[in-house]
């Protein structure tokens, strides 16, 4: 399970996160909309301790955090129950599609190199990426090198995956087969928690459905209820302007 607990995130004077709180269950597929700005991006980045939030606690399984006083071995091991993918992918641009899902699992999980190896082809392997293990990221289509980054998160076997907007970078073409990806890996129960402004993807794929704006949860629940019955006025403006076929 994921708990965060007051969450406060500042850039100078520019308040982003204004005490968030949220939980997660295991296996839950959480997906958080919101206009640009309103700190979705920020949340992801301090669940995963790449930005240090100000105040506030974050657990993941066994572990927990004080943002305020975690020293950083206890950043180190939180972040070892995560795992991210980023909406510019990210990969190492001189290692191949291998290598880049590799590198985690040497370095990180100190496996052997031919173990690392059969890993991560496997993993390849799983999203559609079987003829592509000697290719280099500038031999990839965007949707492509998305999957080489799934890859690379899964092999790390993290206790949940971070999605930042994994379809924004793509050309529309190539969202359908990211996204079908990540549809398979839901299925398997493993817990995410997706940024993403698809918002039939959030409907169909999500069990939890979290509406932020201006640092704060708005409104949270399942899919049918807020997307079909939202309770709060900005909520329903948002969703009308990003998906006006379903107008409410």
Known sequence: MIKLS???????????????????????????????????TTLLRCINSLEK???????????MIDCKR?????????RGQTAMVFQSYNLFKHKTALENVME?????????RKLAEETS????????LA???NHYPSQLSGG??????????????????LFDEPTSALDPELVGEVLAVIRQIAREGITMIVVTHEMGFAREVANHIVF?????????????????????????????????GHAI
């Open 6 to 40: 007051g969450i406060t995130k500042a850039y100078g004077s520019q308040q982003v996160l204004r005490g968030i709180n949220l939980t997660v269950n295991k296996g839950e597929v959480v997906a958080i909309l919101g206009p640009s700005g309103s700190g979705k």
């Open 53 to 63: 939030a100000n105040s506030g606690e974050i657990s993941i399984g066994d572990r």
């Open 70 to 78: 975690a020293s950083k071995k206890e950043i180190h091991a939180l």
């Open 104 to 112: 985690g699992l040497i370095i990180v999980k100190k496996f052997p």
């Open 121 to 128: 082809a496997a993993l390849l392997e799983k999203v559609g």
């Open 131 to 133: 003829g592509k293990w």
């Open 144 to 161: 492509q090198q998305q999957r080489v980054g799934i890859a690379r998160a899964l092999a790390l076997n993290p206790a949940v995956i």
């Open 212 to 244: 932020m704006d201006q640092g704060v949860i708005v409104e949270e629940g399942s899919p049918d209820e807020v997307f079909n019955r939202p309770k709060e006025e900005r909520t329903r403006q948002f969703l009308n302007l990003m998906d006006p």
